[in-house]
Every structure is written in structure tokens, then in C-alpha cells.
């Protein structure tokens, strides 16, 4: 195939409007089946734009005039990332930087990879403020993974320890454990149905417990820590599940022996998990801890002990770059406040036509959910928001209703745009 090109650095089109997917374009598309794209004997040529694409965020505007065709993406997760990450990871596709290849091409011990995976980490701990006598490990096999790989390396089959249950993901955390070691749920908010957090001066810790867990963040049942408990056991091990609430605030890394979260809801795309664990914490695994899930193993290799997952690390990478533009975790929990605090006005503002069932004190300020008081309005309310394209609206299957989540790439646009659909639907429908 003869290709030329006008940019080293990207075989795809940086002009959103003019990308080969874009709907003004797509027509083209539908006979590619009867294109040859390996026909030997005729050669395409494909020319790149060199124009660089606009990297501000959309304005609501922008979305109700039909300029751009990207949603509103409330989804729990998979979820949207920033549009200045997508398209700077669109220019360095084909070509990463002058290397003559994309990232995803790259070997995960060349000095490229090696480069981009430092300096992932780098940013990261700028960002939390992670000290070096903490490890931070890029791994595989989401956050569910971590529930094992936890009591797995931090205590022995006989140890007890402690869970505090407020959602269905620390529930899940605490099933696992029971398989390798001796766990107790402290507090439960089931009987509530998970819209509470415990007084912590109130729990009854065990001060044998091994360590603590939480989760910091229940996506969802909408219920997130804003204080952290304090471990009350000899060792004053503090784990957390941050998936849905990672880097979205600034937190306390001493607090914890251990952070873990799956990226796919504030950093990255889902194929990767970080892992922030004291040093001290490892070399303890049992005997039985399978080789990809003990934590020592991965410090002593830099994350690189097999293929990680290269280009899913790329993109964190690219994010943690973009939150230290934004002027740091600060600034995101300032953007994330004002974002969560224009929905549940609305909906407290309803008179009943939205319900939050959550505690107002520990509301998530990353998933919304609600309720409307004539349920059979529910579908039809995703329905219509989804042809103004907002997307991914209807409640976890679990509890029904809706949620919207609304993590640091969820600019206030969307926001501001799912608040005045939502109030002219109550106008129509009270």
C-alpha cells in the first residue's frame, strides 16, 4: 500500500469534522466491502491533514447545533475520557513521537515503552503526592482481581479481618476475602439499602484484624467516604477500593496500606489497574498467591514482569498529564463539586418529581442516582435524553431507576445540559 502523508505523526485525520467515521462522511463507508485493501495490483494512497484539531471542550451549544457528534457519556464504565486526551492520543497513533511506530506496536522493554510507563508513574505520584516508600504498579485484572489479591498478600488463611460494607462492590470485595483468610463484616448498609456510611467511632474494629477495607466510592449505589476511617488494629492497615473516585479529589496516600482501582472510570480506558501499596507490605504473600498476583513480583519489575497492558498505561499516562494541566487534584474536586452539586440541587428542587435516596452527607459527587416518583416515566426519560444524546442514563440493573455518572471527564457542559433536559421533562410530566 503507497501512503503519503503530510504529518509524521498520525495516519488518522486530526479535524474531527472531517475524521472517515464522521456521519457527513460515512456514506463513503458503506461499500468498503467491496474494496480490496490488500489488492496488490492498485495501490491507495492515503492523504493525512496536518491541521491540528481544536482541543477545547465542547460547549452545550456546540452539541445542540449538531457541530459535533460525540455524546454526553454518563456511563458508570467504561467511561468517557477528556476530548484533549482522545485527541492527543489520535495524533500519536500511527506514529508515537517520531519512533516509526504506535504505541501499541511497541515492545514493553524498549526504551519507548519504558519511557512512557516512567513518566505515567511520575505524574501519578505528583498528583497524590505518593511517597517513595510507596510502590505503584500498573496491573491486569480490574479491581475484582485485587479483591483476592489483597488478603493474598497481606495475610495469612487464619488472620481476621476487617470490611466495612456500604454497596454492592465492598460486599463483593468481602466474598472474595473469604476464601483466604478470615473476614468480618463490621458495618453493612444493606438493611438500608446502601445510602449510609457508618459513624466510624461507633464500629466495633477487631485489633487482631489484619487490615481494614472500604470502598471509597460505591458506583453504584452513589455513596462515597468523604473522611476515612482510621485502622484500629496493631497494624493500622487502611485498605481502599478507589475505582470510581480515583484521582478525582486529593487524598491522604499515608493514610493507606493500600489503594487500588480500576482506571476505567477517571483515568484511562479498562484494561488496567493501579495499585499503590507500602513497601513494607510486601514479600508477605502466601504460599499460594498465584505468581501474577503477588505485589512484590510486580515492584521488583517496574510492572513489566509480563506484557502489561501498554497502551491502556499510555493513556493514564496522557490523562495524568492533562489533570496536572488542569492545575492538579485541587482544581479536579473544585470542577467535580460544582458538577455534582448543579445535578442534586435539581433534583432536591423537584418536589418529589426526582428522588435521591443516598444521605445528603455522603452523596457521590461520581454517581448520581435517581429515582422519579411516576417510575413509568423512567424509560421514556432515558429514551428522550438519549435523542438529545445524553447516554447511559438508566440505573445498574440492580436498583432500577437512573444514574449519572459524572467523573472528571464529564465536562460541566453535559451537566448543565442533562439539568435544563431534566427540568423541562418534569414541566411536561408533573
Known amino acids: 500500500m503507497a501512503t503519503t502523508t503530510s504529518s509524521p505523526h498520525s495516519l488518522f485525520l486530526q479535524n474531527r469534522n472531517s475524521h472517515p467515521l464522521n456521519k457527513n462522511n460515512l456514506a463513503s463507508f458503506t461499500n468498503l466491502k467491496k474494496i480490496n485493501f490488500f489488492n496488490t495490483k492498485r495501490a491507495i494512497s492515503v492523504t493525512c491533514s496536518a491541521a491540528s484539531a481544536p482541543t477545547q471542550d465542547r460547549t452545550a451549544a456546540q452539541i445542540q447545533s449538531g457541530q459535533e457528534d460525540r455524546v454526553f457519556n454518563f456511563a458508570a464504565g467504561p467511561a468517557n475520557l477528556p476530548e484533549k486526551v482522545l485527541l492527543k492520543a489520535q495524533s500519536e497513533l500511527y506514529n508515537w513521537r517520531g519512533s516509526g511506530m504506535s504505541v501499541m506496536e511497541m515492545s514493553h522493554r524498549g526504551k519507548e515503552f519504558k519511557s512512557i510507563i516512567e513518566k505515567a508513574e511520575s505524574d501519578l505520584r505528583a498528583l497524590l503526592n505518593i511517597p517513595q516508600e510507596y510502590s505503584v504498579l500498573f496491573l491486569q485484572g480490574g479491581a475484582t482481581t485485587q479483591f483476592a489479591a489483597v488478603p493474598l498478600n497481606l495475610c495469612t488463611p487464619n488472620d481476621p479481618v476487617d470490611y466495612i460494607v456500604t454497596g454492592s462492590w465492598g460486599d463483593k470485595a468481602f466474598k472474595e476475602a473469604q476464601k483466604f483468610c478470615n473476614p468480618q463484616v463490621i458495618w453493612s448498609g444493606k438493611a438500608e439499602k446502601y445510602t449510609k456510611i457508618p459513624n466510624f467511632d461507633a464500629l466495633e474494629q477487631n485489633p487482631d484484624a489484619k487490615y481494614l477495607h472500604?470502598?471509597?466510592?460505591?458506583?453504584?449505589?452513589?455513596?462515597?467516604?468523604?473522611?476515612?476511617?482510621?485502622?484500629?488494629?496493631?497494624?493500622?492497615?487502611?485498605?481502599?477500593?478507589?475505582?470510581?473516585?480515583?484521582?478525582?479529589?486529593?487524598?491522604?496516600?499515608?493514610?493507606?496500606?493500600?489503594?487500588?482501582?480500576?482506571?476505567?472510570?477517571?483515568?484511562?480506558?479498562?484494561?488496567?489497574?493501579?495499585?499503590?501499596?507500602?513497601?513494607?507490605?510486601?514479600?508477605?504473600?502466601?504460599?499460594?498467591?498465584?505468581?501474577?498476583?503477588?505485589?512484590?513480583?510486580?515492584?521488583?519489575?517496574?510492572?513489566?514482569?509480563?506484557?502489561?497492558?501498554?497502551?491502556?498505561?499510555?493513556?493514564?499516562?496522557?490523562?495524568?498529564?492533562?489533570?496536572?494541566?488542569?492545575?492538579?487534584?485541587?482544581?479536579?474536586?473544585?470542577?467535580?463539586?460544582?458538577?455534582?452539586?448543579?445535578?442534586?440541587?435539581?433534583i432536591d428542587g423537584s418536589n418529589g418529581f426526582y428522588k435521591c435516596p443516598v444521605e445528603k452527607s455522603v452523596r457521590s459527587f461520581m454517581n448520581v442516582p435517581f429515582t422519579l416518583?411516576?417510575?413509568?416515566?423512567?424509560?421514556?426519560?432515558?429514551?428522550?435524553?438519549?435523542?438529545?444524546?445524553?447516554?447511559?442514563?438508566?440505573?445498574?440493573?440492580?436498583?432500577?431507576?437512573?444514574?449519572?455518572?459524572?467523573?472528571?471527564?464529564?465536562?460541566?457542559?453535559?451537566?448543565?445540559?442533562?439539568?435544563?433536559?431534566?427540568k423541562d421533562f418534569q414541566a411536561k410530566h408533573a
Open 373 to 422: 416518583e411516576k417510575s413509568d416515566l423512567e424509560a421514556e426519560f432515558v429514551k428522550e435524553a438519549a435523542k438529545e444524546k445524553m447516554v447511559q442514563l438508566k440505573g445498574h440493573r440492580s436498583v432500577g431507576g437512573m444514574r449519572a455518572s459524572i467523573y472528571n471527564a464529564m465536562p460541566l457542559a453535559g451537566v448543565e445540559k442533562l439539568v435544563a433536559f431534566m
Open 214 to 346: 472500604i470502598c471509597a466510592n460505591e458506583t453504584i449505589h452513589g455513596v462515597e467516604f468523604k473522611e476515612y476511617p482510621s485502622a484500629k488494629n496493631s497494624t493500622g492497615i487502611l485498605v481502599a477500593d478507589m475505582s470510581s473516585n480515583f484521582c478525582s479529589k486529593p487524598v491522604d496516600v499515608t493514610r493507606f496500606g493500600v489503594i487500588y482501582a480500576g482506571a476505567q472510570k477517571n483515568v484511562g480506558p479498562s484494561g488496567v489497574t493501579i495499585v499503590i501499596v507500602r513497601k513494607d507490605l510486601l514479600g508477605n504473600a502466601q504460599d499460594k498467591t498465584p505468581l501474577m498476583l503477588d505485589y512484590k513480583i510486580h515492584d521488583e519489575n517496574n510492572s513489566l514482569y509480563n506484557t502489561p497492558p501498554c497502551y491502556c498505561i499510555y493513556m493514564c499516562g496522557l490523562v495524568f498529564e492533562y489533570l496536572l494541566e488542569l492545575g492538579g487534584l485541587n482544581e479536579v474536586e473544585k470542577m467535580n463539586r460544582k458538577k455534582a452539586e448543579l445535578l442534586y440541587n435539581v
